[in-house]
């Protein structure tokens, strides 16, 4: 099963905060959440903390 994350998001493209939802991958202890930005198709990224 597959963790999700949807919250908000910083779009460096769009200089905007949005709102997405994504996945959640683990990268050297770390959780990030992964999504696109609903308005410009650029990838979004968010740390979430150690694991």
Avoid: H, W
């Avoid at 994350?5 to 949005?18: D, I, L, P």
């Avoid at 959640?24 to 694991?51: D, F, Q, S, W, Y």
């Amino acid at each position: 099963m597959a963790e999700t994350y949807s919250g908000s998001f910083y779009c460096v493209k769009c200089k905007e905060k949005r709102d997405a939802e994504g996945g959640v991958v683990e990268t050297n202890g770390r959780r990030m959440a992964k999504a696109k930005c609903p308005v410009c198709g650029t990838n979004l990224n968010r740390i979430l903390g150690k694991a």
